[in-house]
């Protein structure tokens, strides 16, 4: 079964400083894997993906994420934080060789940006 | 473009009260649909999943079921619900294929009191 772990419930970074939040995965497969955020009462919103290819993912609002197949990992980065990255990530695996259409989503990661 | 609409965006019910939250999404045919479950703002449940019409997949024996009686339209009901029942809805669609990217709705806050 597919699981995905994001061990930090909360990271703070100083504004203008890079972030990281960190995402590890378990799939007995190749891995899809994504990223979104939710802003306070809203929905999710996607990020970025990764499917194949280059390690090293761009997405949205600056926000990129490095694939690390031995690490099992997925973190997702940006250079320079903003205040306005603060919100709520989710990490979400999907493996597509089971035929399971379904995402399955971590807990979660609070990213609290001090200005 | 597609969008997708969830409504109504705030509820408040009363115990063994009917529920019925409707989600629709434009611009697409055939999406898979989804609906989860958000507590404490944290992580997600799905719920249902449905790759066509009155082809729906629960994950989680509960209190709720699932209805889709259009191609673009994923209801979400219960019958009578219970106090567990309060949470954050999230309706989602993809397209179901490639790597079925997952877009979802606004979301419905629901407190049962």
């Known amino acids: 079964a597919q699981s995905v772990a994001q061990p930090e419930d909360q990271v703070n970074v100083a504004e203008g400083n890079p972030l990281t939040v960190k995402c590890t995965y378990s799939?007995?497969?190749?891995?899809?894997l994504f990223w979104y955020v939710q802003y306070p009462n809203r929905g999710l919103q996607f990020l970025l993906k990764?499917?194949?290819?280059?390690?090293l993912v761009k997405g949205s609002y600056g926000f990129e994420a490095e694939f690390n197949k031995s690490q099992t990992s997925f973190h997702l980065k940006k250079p320079s934080a903003l205040v306005s990255d603060s919100a709520l990530y989710f990490c979400?695996?999907?493996?597509?060789?089971?035929?399971?259409?379904?995402?399955?989503f971590g807990s979660g990661t609070r990213l609290q940006v001090q200005p | 473009s597609q969008t997708i609409h969830q409504w109504p965006a705030t509820l408040v019910q009363p115990v063994g009260s009917p529920l019925s939250l409707e989600c629709t999404v434009e611009?697409?045919?055939?999406?898979?649909l989804y609906w989860y479950r958000q507590a404490a703002g944290r992580g997600l449940q799905l719920l249902f999943y449905?790759?066509?019409?009155?082809?729906i997949s629960s994950e989680v024996p509960q209190n709720l079921s699932a209805s889709r009686p259009q191609d673009r339209q994923f209801i979400l009901s219960s019958k009578k619900l219970l106090l567990s029942d309060s949470g954050f809805y999230l309706c989602?669609?993809?397209?179901?294929?490639?790597?079925?990217?997952?877009?979802f709705g606004a979301g419905t806050r629901l407190s049962v009191l």
């Open positions: 989602a669609w993809s397209n179901g294929q490639g790597p079925n990217i997952q877009y």
């Open positions: 799939v007995s497969g190749n891995p899809y």
């Open positions: 990764y499917i194949t290819g280059d390690n």
């Open positions: 979400a695996v999907r493996e597509p060789d089971t035929g399971r259409r379904a995402l399955t």
């Open positions: 611009g697409t045919s055939n999406p898979n």
């Open positions: 449905s790759i066509g019409i009155d082809q």
